[in-house]
């Protein structure tokens, strides 16, 4: 076999269908669009979703939820993992967290939450902690600071 050699199949080409060319062609008259109607029209598309003119499903569901603007996801950490890895006397930032690696960046920065015991003195400047997180903080000596970020940090991907 040579590539002079090579012929397409016959039956891989097929002639295309000549509609409205006559009663004799099979296809005359409504060229097989059946009688009026949108889809008898030239250039109808049906839009997504439609169910031929029944209340369609995304219509007939109700509505859930909203997106809140100046709402912005926060990365959580519990007050024993800071125990373990940040030594007493600690001032602790968001950025510090990051570097150590032990969560990842979200746009509304550090929540810390109570899990855990804490016996080292910590500073936190963060952007947020829940009530018993801070209880044990500064039952411990440590203080808290709301940090608010000025500019939402990217979430990496």
């Known amino acids: 076999m040579e ?3 090579l012929k397409v199949n016959a039956s891989s080409r097929k002639n295309r269908k000549r509609v409205g060319r006559g009663p004799g062609s099979g296809t005359g008259k409504t060229a097989g669009k059946g009688h009026k ?3 008898a029209r030239a250039g109808y598309r049906r ?3 439609f169910e031929g003119g029944q209340m369609p499903l995304h219509r007939r569901l109700p509505k859930r939820g909203f ?5 912005w996801p926060m990365a959580i950490i519990n007050v024993d993992v800071l125990q373990e890895r940040f030594e007493d006397g600690a001032e602790i930032t968001a950025d510090l967290v990051y570097e150590a690696g032990l969560t990842h960046k979200c746009a509304g920065g550090i929540k810390v939450l109570g899990r855990g015991d804490v016996t080292k003195k910590f500073v936190l400047k963060i952007q947020g902690i829940s009530p018993g997180a801070r209880t044990k903080i500064e039952a411990a000596g440590g203080t808290v600071e709301i940090v608010n970020l000025s500019q939402p940090v990217a979430a990496e991907e």
Do not use: P
């Open 3 to 5: 590539l002079h050699d």
């Open 47 to 49: 839009h997504f979703g």
């Open 67 to 71: 997106y809140h603007e100046s709402r």
């Open 37 to 39: 109607g949108a889809q």
